[in-house]
């Protein structure tokens, strides 16, 4: 927020669950009064009963983009979805999905799976791991859905430059990690959420939550309690577990791209804005 008001910036959220309406506590979304103050962007486009993928998010977000720059504004792309943030920001094509089309190849044998995209593609082992059958079951999916094959994907020029981090347009990179203080600020996080009224948020939402806002970290995990296979007693501690992995999951992700610049963790933010500044004043 400081940043983005130093830098006269609009905030564009690639949060994955930050899209969905009154997912708010659970999400850590900019509250209504912080959104008055910076205009931020991807954030309440999606009811919770929507299976909101990639590329939607991907289409929408970049329009918010090319809408901000136009009114020659910067722009500041904020969070932790790793996928969503790439897919903004460098020349991901995300593949079509089909779920009448996912069940039905979840009910083959892997091996019938295999050898199907074998019989297509003899490479496909070179960038599949045939051995999982959720990758399988994926490689076989995009290929009835559009005719690509693995090793023909994984060989075009976009691909490519997703693997360098070749990004669209000329970025700056700042990443934040509070390394070993992360356990007490996740800690903090989810003692804050429940007393903020996580559980009745999510009773509230309960009969709209579509398949992938169930997944979400804190309402699994509630949903989970109110279903009756996790003891209250053990909700706070579940979200913690549930965090610190998805806390993991972020880290092996980002810390993979060579063009983020990693700022010592401090708790003073003020310390930190001026650092982001100057980094952004030097790109």
């Known amino acids: 927020m400081e940043l983005?008001?130093?830098?006269?910036?609009?905030?564009?959220s690639v949060d994955s669950m930050q899209v969905y309406r009154g997912m708010d506590i659970g999400t850590a979304k900019a509250t209504a009064a912080e959104r008055r103050r910076i205009h931020h962007?991807?954030?309440?486009?999606?009811d919770p009963a929507e299976p909101y993928d990639v590329a939607a998010f991907q289409r929408l977000g970049r329009q918010a983009i090319a809408d901000i720059t136009s009114r020659n504004r910067k722009?500041?792309?904020?969070?932790?979805?790793?996928?969503?943030?790439r897919a903004l920001v460098d020349p991901l094509r995300p593949m079509p999905t089909d779920p009448r089309v996912?069940?039905?190849?979840?009910?083959?044998?892997i091996d019938e799976l295999r050898d199907r995209i074998l019989q297509k593609d003899p490479?496909?082992?070179?960038?599949?791991?045939?051995?999982n059958?959720?990758?399988?079951?994926?490689?076989?999916?995009?290929?009835?859905?559009?005719?690509?094959?693995?090793?023909?994907r994984y060989a075009s020029d976009a691909a490519r430059r997703y693997r360098t981090y070749e990004s669209l347009q000329q970025v700056s990179i700042l990443g934040l990690d509070a390394g070993a203080a992360a356990n007490a600020r996740v800690k903090e996080r989810a003692r804050a959420m429940l007393e903020s009224g996580l559980i009745e948020e999510v009773r509230r939402l309960e009969p709209d939550l579509g398949p992938t806002a169930r997944e979400a970290v804190g309402y699994k995990e509630v949903l989970s309690m109110m279903a009756g296979t996790l003891a209250e007693s053990e909700l706070e501690t579940e979200i913690r577990r549930a965090t610190m992995g998805l806390v993991k999951r972020q880290r092996t992700?980002?810390?993979?791209?060579?063009?983020?610049?990693?700022?010592?963790?401090?708790?003073?933010?003020?310390?930190?804005?001026?650092?982001?500044?100057?980094?952004?004043?030097?790109a």
């Open 75 to 85: 722009v500041l792309v904020v969070g932790g979805s790793g996928l969503h943030f």
């Open 123 to 131: 490479a496909a082992g070179d960038v599949v791991d045939l051995a």
């Open 4 to 12: 983005a008001e130093l830098l006269a910036a609009e905030v564009v």
């Open 253 to 282: 992700f980002f810390r993979r791209d060579p063009r983020i610049t990693w700022l010592p963790w401090s708790d003073d933010l003020s310390h930190l804005t001026a650092i982001a500044k100057s980094h952004w004043e030097r």
């Open 102 to 109: 996912r069940e039905r190849l979840e009910r083959l044998p």
């Open 41 to 46: 962007h991807m954030i309440d486009v999606a």
């Open 133 to 152: 059958p959720r990758r399988l079951v994926r490689a076989v999916e995009i290929f009835e859905l559009t005719g690509e094959t693995p090793s023909g």
